[in-house]
T-cell receptor
């Protein structure tokens, strides 16, 4: 059974800092990995999707990487802003399961 | 394009009642999935529909059911509500089931008293 872990559970940084969020998974047979952000009490906003054949994806200040062999993905946020404060979730589809398996998320707070 | 919409946004029910939640996917999307989010268990997959057929089902009791209509709109039903069913219920849509970004709605927050 696929397990997805996100460490740390919470992170607080000053505005302007570059930061990395981590996601690890136990089964490397994945179709894709997706990073989401969730604001309190709201739904999920898709940030980046990495196909299993890709190593990274970039969108603006965000860069996500995927290393299937080590079972890891990272989300890099450059020049963080208070508006980046949210919970960041990674999720993947893999093997025989078409559904998204989620990590428990990292709650990010960017201090002004 | 309009995003995924879910109705109602908030619901309060009592134990033993039943509830029906609705999800309208992004226009042209044929796959709809449902997830339950609770503080203790996080996000858990309920089921997925594609072209009116249930393709996949998570590990939830039979009290949880769903369906999809020919216009891709989907409903989920929870019968005999329990306190533990209190959660944020999210639906997600995509054009196909694999290799596709899934887009989530704002969710329906259900409180069972």
């Amino acid at each position: 059974k696929q397990e997805v872990t996100q460490i740390p559970a919470a992170l607080s940084v000053p505005e302007g800092e570059n930061l990395v969020l981590n996601c690890s998974f136990t089964d490397s047979a994945i179709y894709n990995l997706q990073w989401f952000r969730q604001d309190p009490g709201k739904g999920l906003t898709s940030l980046l999707l990495i196909q299993s054949s890709q190593r990274e994806q970039t969108s603006g200040r965000l860069n996500a990487s995927l290393d299937k062999s080590s079972g890891r993905s990272t989300l890099y946020i450059a020049a963080s802003q208070p508006g980046d404060s949210a919970t960041y979730l990674c999720a993947l589809t893999g093997g025989s399961a078409r559904q998204l398996t989620f990590g428990s998320g990292t709650q990010l707070t960017v201090l002004p | 394009k309009a995003g995924v919409t879910q109705t109602p946004r908030y619901l309060i029910k009592t134990r033993g009642q039943q509830v029906t939640l609705s999800c309208s996917p992004i226009s042209g999307h044929r796959s709809v999935s449902w997830y339950q989010q609770t503080p203790g268990q996080g996000l858990q997959f309920l089921f997925e529909y594609f072209s009116e057929t249930q393709r996949n089902k998570g590990n939830f009791p039979g009290r949880f059911s769903g369906r999809q209509f020919s216009n891709s709109r989907s409903e989920m039903n929870v019968s005999t509500l329990e306190l533990g069913d209190s959660a944020l219920y999210l639906c997600a849509s995509s054009y196909q089931v694999d290799q596709e970004t899934q887009y989530f709605g704002p969710g329906t927050r259900l409180l069972v008293l």
